[in-house]
């Protein structure tokens, strides 16, 4: 795992975490600084494989997370000392050097996140017969459905049962990088502040991911600029930001009535079966793993990135349309248990 401090390791029961700061890239290197790192980071993993009884490696979206350096010199290591290795992938390759990473190194197997991650992969050239889709679960005792709306989130932020909840969460930085924009947000604003005056009873509540400390400034742009559109459309006093913990997000999805992301572009959309394990109607977009996730008009609504007047519509109906509601509840729950839950994915 990446940090900015010296490397530490950290040991919680079989589970060892080795903090490499090598592989932090929260700041610019030189390349003569990124060769220098990878070249650390290769020795400490080779002390790790020398050390420990490692039988397999997964590489985190390696070509697409860390310079090409790194990929190339860990796959050498896993050639070196005669262990599998497994290219897990999350994300969608960018560049060429990036998809020729993916396409020539001495991978075992190249894990996918979804089918449309596994396409991109295929269509750049990767070899079919090591591609495999393996979706992640969602921990259905851990995101389950209660009919309890008045539970101690609503209570901390003084929503009233009678009041709906309209909720999306995802990460507001990536990097450096504001992504306002890219996971829908400004839409979604949009479409709530031509909500709000007819509904006076809905509010909008965006959970954000906190950012580590080494990015605290860049978050606090971004927020900035989140709050500004927010008081541009007139909906601060409708429109709660905050920063829940990994623990809290289970009650903040069971508070809400309907999750909405309206992302530009979306690899998986582990949030849509987290919500849909908990109960909530959602709405997503068109693109990448969400329609893998989402079935137009069975258990969900699928719209077009950017358009926020039909959002508008959607979110309307799923609020006050009861047996639309109940249906996609339902076949969110159905969908979850048959595809996506956590006994499911592992087995």
Known sequence: MPTSKEKYVYQRGKVYIFNDKNIDRSYESTTRQISEQAQLFIKNVELILTNKKIDIICAENFPVGLPPAFSILLSVAAVQYKIPIVLHMHSFTISDVQAELVNQLMW??????????????????????????????????????????????????????????????????????????????????????????????????????????????????????????????????????????????????????????????????????????????????????????????RNGYLIQPNDSSVLTQKIEKLVYDEPTKNKFIRAGSDTVNKKFALKKTIS
């Open 108 to 297: 075992n197997k190249i894990s996918c996140v979804s089918k449309s991650i596994a396409g991109d992969c295929f269509q750049k050239g990767a070899d079919i017969d090591l591609i495999s889709t393996d979706y992640l679960g969602v921990n259905t005792k851990v995101f389950y459905n209660t009919t309890d709306k008045n539970n101690s989130v609503r209570q901390e932020l003084n929503i009233l049962p009678t009041e709906k909840i309209i909720m999306t969460a995802t990460r507001i930085i990536q990097g450096r990088k504001n992504i306002l924009e890219a996971k829908g947000l400004i839409t979604l604003v949009q479409s709530f502040s031509k909500l709000s005056p007819r509904h006076p009873e809905m509010k909008l509540l965006i959970a954000v991911a906190k950012a580590p400390d080494r990015l605290k400034n860049e978050f606090d742009q971004s927020l900035e600029m989140l709050m500004g559109y927010i008081k541009l459309h007139n909906v601060e006093s409708k429109t709660i930001v905050k920063a829940f913990s990994l623990q809290e997000i289970p009650d903040v999805y069971r508070a809400s009535d309907v999750f909405v992301l309206a992302s530009e572009n979306e690899t998986f959309g582990q949030v849509f079966t987290e919500a849909m394990s908990s109960g909530i109607p959602v709405i997503g977009t068109k693109v990448g793993g969400i329609p893998e996730i989402i079935n137009d008009n």
